[in-house]
């Protein structure tokens, strides 16, 4: 009935849940996660959502979390019985630079308001990579993570943009150019920039002087 999936979006004090209902009779009268730091201990019950008559994937972003080691399982409650996803687990580390981050000085505006993310940007071939709920929500979409199928949906109004880990994108299921996809770097999941932001209808300038990316609506 449920199954729990890889942890995503890990920076230095938060961490996205993941799990999914595989199938569904009847109504769901809640679903979500347990969650704790002891392998024994998952007794911090976390509720995503209530009243559901589809099976789909869920996600709960947590933060304010400390280093260490977290386990966590999804469940599903219907009119007769309790369903439990494996239990699975996560490490906090502490946040370092790497050889791929962006430059200190890039910034991200959208229709001249500062953008901040909780992990810096990266940089792969060329392209600008940010964490994608930061942006994603940014734009006003909202964001689902499918853990068996590894690939973001994001919707907004009639908009559908989906992105796979290491692979393809399609906006309203077709097929879009995509130079460098989405990926998980050190548990972080990571879309590119501009791939996002015109896939939402946005026109997307590099000021070089200025270190600064300007995404611009388009009414």
Known sequence: M????????????????????????????????????????????IIVGEKEYVAKPFSKRIDQLKPGTYFYKAFATNATDTGYGPLMEFTIKQTSGD????????????????????????????????????IFEALGANVSWDGAARKIIATRGDLEITLVINGAANINGVIAPLDEPARIVSGRTLVPLRFVSEAMQCKVDWNGAAQTVTITSIP
């Open 99 to 134: 050889n791929n981050t962006a430059p200190d000085g890039i910034k991200v505006k959208l229709d001249d308001q500062l953008l901040t993310f909780d992990v810096q940007p990266s940089i792969s071939n060329g392209r600008t990579l940010v964490p994608l709920r930061g």
């Open 2 to 45: 449920v199954k729990t999936d890889e942890a995503t979006e890990l920076s230095g004090d938060a961490a996205t849940l993941n799990g999914q209902m595989t199938e569904c009779y009847g109504e769901i009268k809640e679903y979500g996660f347990y969650f704790g730091t002891e392998l024994t201990k998952t007794d911090q019950k």
